[in-house]
């Protein structure tokens, strides 16, 4: 047993006394709620988006909290939209009541457009991860902000891209057949891509539509053979994308190439499942800069955990760490403060294709998308020039 | 036109084969016994991750899993039904439903926990292996697959028709009260129906994988199309779904090549209704 001498049992006591005062001293957490759908239809990607949230506050408390607020370190509440927008919109109500100083989510467009709504309410800044629709910060809300791109230059930006691609390798690529889901995603994109196709001298022979789900693609593979396009650019979702590109490659239709824009089914997943199917498939998409050094340690950190990188993934990180920027920015957790933070933002901390923040309307202007391309066995950034990390394979290699 | 057509109703074929291997095992259970099997869909989709996890992790082909699956898958429903199917639902054909319903929601949102909702696929060493017939280039995947359709198809309707156990089974679906007089187990034949029945989801599952993909809402994907084929060919019937699937296919492929793989769908539904307004006991069913 440790005796203590009377000096001792003073000092020990008065240290006793003394540390509810210590712990006073001590910042207490502040809040952010993470709103995303972790269980339904898109319970992959909304984890996906989840994961990387509670990745980047992980790395923020590691790295001491938020320094302008005495090193307060961050909580995080995990609310689940289950897929639908109702949902979503309750979980903010619910997590406002609780006090959360901003929200980040929630990864489909249908749900932020809900979720941003309810959170306007309360004037709770938030920061989206996934949505594209250009709808949701074009409704004047103050508290909705965006790092990541829009849909509404995306087909001009992809078509840019494969318009460099094909000149650059003597423009292989003079004709093309659109295959698309048949809802609003796939049958707008279709119609968009194909008013916009001649004008990179590529002519549209067909708009080929298909239901979701659709069990076989060997209808349209054989039409596709027959009509013996340059390229074939699909908009689907992922079952349907493994399928047909299955067919296209089982029924040996040879391609200058095979395009996508934001493709659903193009991942990590799929090229690595499938090294002979995805072979040379092009998509443009999310991704990030891979000529910075932090963007393979921050893959690796996924990958360690026995995670697919996914690029929602890595918008849940951003979408964190601009928030918590804004807060370092404001100094403060005032509603009004760090929406004034976010809307000069000029947070630069961060390993995308693109340059510090400006936001006009709540959406970051120089965001964009790259092009990737399968290569063995991994997904390459090949375009624009300044971020390409491989050299396009354009056209695609023979099918043996 | 010809190089369109022949290869249209060629895949229809095949495709037929496919949707009969799921709807095989459905027509045992639904059709002999009359349980709507909820969760015969949930079924298909657990052999198919069995599938995916023998290929993906331990590279053994899904052909050569054929047996292993198809036994496992077995008496999983043998399981399922003397342990939780049965007891539940007391006999009763409306409680029966319910304790195949939530089976198969207890199911997708464990397989949805555990395997979270990706796509997955394999690539075998057949899976781009085709085969010329006139103008149409035929994936072995899929020829495989009608292959074993046939024969599941033959081995089901001799044990129901030609062994004691089948006619037993015909027995309780007939009158249970009847056969449990002559000394058959009920319950045990319901037993055997279901794991005879769910086995054949772990055969389908083998030749599907290697030309499909895989995820906890696949078995969505092909339950409806396999109730529309088990009804369209008579309840019950072995012939019948055998030649339900095919007609399906068949339809299906010609529909998405005149009509469009958006509008050619409808068909089969078309045809359902067609088929059951003047045979409403299915085209090989009897009164």
């Known amino acids: ?400 | 036109m010809w190089e369109l057509l022949f290869p249209a109703v060629l895949n229809g074929i095949l495709l037929g084969g496919v949707y009969a291997l799921v709807a095989l095992g459905l027509t045992l259970i639904y059709g002999v016994l009359h349980i709507v099997n909820f969760a015969h869909g949930t079924l298909l989709m657990i052999g198919m991750f069995m599938v995916w996890l023998l290929a993906a992790k331990m590279g053994i082909d899904p052909y050569l899993a054929l047996p292993v699956v198809t036994l496992a898958m077995g008496a999983l429903g043998w399981a399922l039904y003397t342990g939780l199917i049965g007891p539940v639902s007391r006999g009763e054909d409306k409680m029966l439903l319910l304790a195949t319903l939530g089976v198969s929601i207890l199911f997708d949102n464990g397989m949805m926990v555990a395997f979270s909702g990706d796509t997955r696929s394999i690539e075998t060493a057949h899976s781009f292996s085709t085969v010329d017939i006139g103008p149409a280039l035929v994936p072995v995947t899929k020829l495989v697959s009608f292959g074993f359709a046939v024969v599941v198809a033959g081995a089901l309707w001799a044990f129901i028709a030609l062994t004691e156990t089948g006619r037993a089974i015909r027995a309780v679906a007939k009158e249970a009260d009847g056969a449990r007089l002559m000394g058959i187990r009920p319950a045990r034949m319901y037993a055997v129906a279901f794991a005879v029945g769910t086995a054949c989801t772990g055969a389908a599952a083998c030749l599907l994988l290697p030309s499909f993909y895989v995820n906890p809402g696949v078995g969505n994907v092909f339950i409806l199309i396999a109730f529309t084929i088990v009804v369209l060919g008579g309840m019950g019937s072995f012939v019948g779904a055998a030649f339900g699937a095919l007609l399906v296919g068949v339809i299906e492929s010609l529909g998405g090549l005149f009509l469009g793989e958006s509008l050619g769908p409808i068909l089969v539904p078309l045809t359902f209704i067609a088929v059951l307004l003047f045979r409403p006991n299915g085209l090989f069913g009897r009164s």
């Open chain 1, 1 to 400: 047993m440790v005796k203590l001498n009377r000096r001792q049992f003073v000092a020990t006591g008065a240290a006793v006394l003394a540390s509810p005062g210590i712990l006073r001293a001590e910042q207490a957490p502040i809040k952010f709620g993470l709103v995303h759908p972790v269980s339904g239809a898109l319970s992959f990607s909304g984890s996906q988006c989840r994961l990387g949230g509670v990745l980047a506050i992980k790395h923020i408390n590691d790295a001491g909290g938020i320094k302008a607020l005495g090193g307060a370190k961050i909580d995080a509440l995990l609310g689940d939209a289950q897929s639908r927008p109702e949902v979503g919109a309750s979980v903010v109500e619910q997590m406002a009541e609780q006090k959360v100083v901003g929200f980040t989510g929630s990864y489909s467009s249908a749900i932020s457009l809900a979720t941003t709504q309810a959170a306007a309410k309360y004037d709770i800044p938030f920061c989206l991860d996934g949505p594209t629709a250009q709808l949701i910060t074009e409704r004047g809300l103050r508290n909705t902000f965006r790092f990541f791109p829009t849909n509404a230059t995306l087909v001009d930006d992809a078509l840019r891209s494969l318009d460099a691609l094909n000149k650059s390798a003597g423009s292989p690529a003079k004709t093309a057949i659109l295959v698309h889901e048949d809802g609003e995603f796939g049958t707008n994109t279709a119609k968009l891509l194909s008013s916009k196709l001649p004008g990179i001298n590529i002519e549209v022979r067909e708009l080929i539509a298909h239901a979701t789900p659709t069990r076989d693609f060997s209808n349209i593979a054989l039409r596709i053979k027959a009509a013996a396009p340059d390229m074939v650019i699909i908009t689907n979702y992922t079952n349907e994308y493994v399928l047909l590109n299955r067919t296209l490659v089982q029924q040996k239709v040879n391609l200058v190439a095979v395009f996508s824009v934001s493709g659903a089914g193009f991942n990590l997943k799929f090229v690595k499942d499938q090294p002979t199917i995805a072979s040379g498939i092009i998509d443009f998409n999310n991704w990030y800069n891979p000529k910075d050094s932090r963007s393979a340690k921050f893959r690796a950190e996924i990958e360690t955990k026995g995670e697919p990188f996914t690029w929602e993934a890595l918008h849940g990180y951003f979408a964190v760490r601009l928030l918590a920027d804004a807060i370092e920015r404001a100094g403060s957790t005032d509603k009004n403060k760090v929406i004034a933070a976010l809307e000069t933002s000029t947070f630069s901390d961060h390993f995308m294709p693109y340059g510090p923040t400006k936001f006009v309307a709540g959406q970051n202007q120089g965001a964009r998308m790259v092009a990737l391309q399968a290569q063995d066995g991994d997904i390459k950034v090949i375009a624009p020039a300044e971020f390409a990390e491989a050299k396009a394979i354009f056209p695609r290699h023979p099918l043996k």
